[in-house]
């Protein structure tokens, strides 16, 4: 019995430690039943956020939390500089492979993505909807973009061209050429952590670009889970992974991305205060940046407007994706004659809309949670500020009393165009209404705030019309008519003016911005005539 009893007192303290580490393991979402679709990604307790051809992680371990119910998902390891520059390194080895297989060849591969993604296109599109928090038809929709996009870049592949220019010289040929860049960096923000980097790495892939990733801090998994299903089409073909390299982390990461000159063109998506600050520290060293940044969206409607079709398309403008989107609208500037009849009866939408409100992984359910504490932070300052500033609060204004992160859908009238908070973005679900009295006043409203990503017009005036989308109507990028601003398609560029950045991603002829130009002029001749006719003789 003595070394019985003796060895109870180192056994009986573990017993608590070993309790704690079950009790951990089991409070993970990823062990429950109903989150069974996280391990068909590949996904576990702990994983590794770091890839470059192979798995790993030397930095630090970071647990992602559903928004819905505050809980925690599982852990990621991040990476550190070291690992970044791994992933740099690796990726400009496999550019030597890659940027040497023909561009319909590299189109095929992007082809096979688009099926694996298709594969996975539920279990993958439920993990954004756990981590993100957007309702899950947006989470799966979120992966079909990234589907549609590859389908998009196929047909790129085979398209890919250049000009054929008449020469004033005799005997020579005058073309331009475009060459893939090298390694193009990506930085995506949380609110679409899979679509925006589908239209970045489907593009530049074709392109003949080899890929570095750095996901937001807070949608960890998803970057990993998209990641695994990149990385399997790739090996399947015997292909580098480093093709399409990761490596999860937060600002330091990002940081070093933007300054490293062996990454050509960065590509980043978030605030403009942030790619500010990345915009300068890549121009600092002369690479290129695509930006994607803020937009203070705006709906004008004009007194002939469809009021009901008007209702119906704000209420996904304003509350869809809990207003986290970057097209969402933020401005509603009604003609004078309908301001009342829109008001009263978009209130009364979003009454009949509550009851949607929930688990966006649940069936029917049309409107989830802020995506962090930090996105209810931003609510309640602009909530307040906007009463102080003189608005009223028609519908909304709180924090609604229930697990996870959840606000009311907001509007509010009252504020002056140029109200400090009107032309202030906030990343939440509150819409300002403004009365105008003309379409030309409403233009000019919704062209004096800083940004200038997407913009709606609502009218049966054909005038108007042409107005609106002429050199004197909006400054956007995104222009609309009868349509809500948000909800773009991949087939056209997607980006906005001003302080929204300027870039181009997605369709049309984005792919110029992940290659290099060269005008190249070609003798065919024994002679030597000089352009414009000079004589060196």
């Known amino acids: 019995m003595a070394p019985l009893l003796a060895r109870l007192p180192s056994a009986v303290p573990r017993f608590p430690l070993l309790l704690a580490r079950a009790m951990s393991s089991a409070g993970y979402l990823i062990n429950e039943p109903k989150y069974a679709f996280l391990k068909e990604l590949g996904l576990g307790e702990s994983n590794k956020g770091v890839y470059n051809g192979q798995w790993f992680a030397n930095g630090e371990t970071v647990t992602s939390f559903c928004p819905a119910n505050k809980r925690p998902i599982a852990q990621v390891q ?305 909530v307040k500020d906007a009463q102080a500033q003189g608005g009223k609060i028609e519908f909304g204004g709180k924090v609604i009393e229930r697990e996870g992160h959840y606000v009311e859908p907001t509007i509010v009238t009252g504020l002056s165009h140029d109200a400090p908070i009107v032309h202030h973005e906030t990343f939440a679900p509150i819409v300002y209404v403004l009365k105008c009295s003309s379409v030309n006043e409403a233009i000019r409203w919704n062209n004096e705030v800083k940004q200038g990503l997407s913009s709606s017009l609502f009218t049966q005036n054909l005038g108007n019309v042409f107005k609106w989308l002429g050199p004197k109507g909006s400054d956007c990028g995104i222009v609309n008519i009868n349509i809500p601003t948000n909800g773009a398609e991949i087939g056209g560029a997607f980006g906005g003016e001003k302080h929204t950045g300027g870039g181009r991603e997605s369709g049309s002829d984005s792919w110029k911005q992940y290659m290099r130009r060269s005008t190249c002029t070609i003798n065919y001749t024994k002679e030597l005539p000089l352009a414009q006719g000079i004589k060196f003789e």
């Open 78 to 382: 991040q990476g550190t500089l070291d690992d970044l520059n791994a992933c740099v390194q690796a990726g400009k080895e496999a550019w030597e492979v890659w940027a040497d297989m023909p561009a319909p060849a590299r189109g095929e591969i992007v082809r096979q993505i688009g099926e694996a993604l298709r594969e996975k296109l539920e279990p993958l599109g439920k993990l954004v909807s756990l981590e993100m928090g957007k309702i899950k038809p947006e989470g799966i929709g979120e992966v079909q973009e990234y589907v549609d996009i590859c389908d998009f870049a196929v047909g790129l592949s085979r398209m890919l061209g250049g000009s054929v220019l008449p020469s004033e010289r005799p005997g020579h040929v005058l073309m331009e050429n475009w060459n893939p860049l090298g390694v193009v960096g990506v930085i995506t923000a949380f609110n679409f952590p899979v679509a925006v980097y589908g239209w970045n790495s489907a593009i530049a892939m074709v392109c003949g670009d080899t890929l570095l990733w750095k996901g937001a801090p807070t949608t960890p998994l998803t970057s990993v889970a998209t990641t695994k299903i990149v990385a399997s089409v790739l090996e399947k073909n015997n292909l580098p992974g480093a093709i399409s390299t990761l490596c999860c982390g937060g600002t330091e990461i990002g940081a070093a991305i933007a300054k490293d000159e062996r990454i050509p063109l960065v590509s980043f998506t978030g605030s403009t205060n942030v790619g500010n600050k990345v915009a300068l520290m890549v121009q600092e060293r002369f690479g290129r940046h695509l930006l994607e940044l803020g937009g203070n969206n705006a709906i004008i409607v004009d007194e002939d407007a469809d009021v009901e079709m008007v209702v119906r398309a704000s209420l996904f403008a304003c509350a869809g994706t809990a207003g986290q989107r970057c097209t969402t609208t933020r401005r509603l500037i009604l003609h004078e004659k309908v301001h009342d009849a829109i008001v009263q009866r978009l209130v009364k939408a979003y009454s009949n809309f509550m009851p949607r409100i929930g688990d966006p992984l649940d069936d029917g359910v049309l409107y989830g949670p802020m995506h962090s504490q930090q996105g209810i932070d931003g609510y309640l300052s602009a």
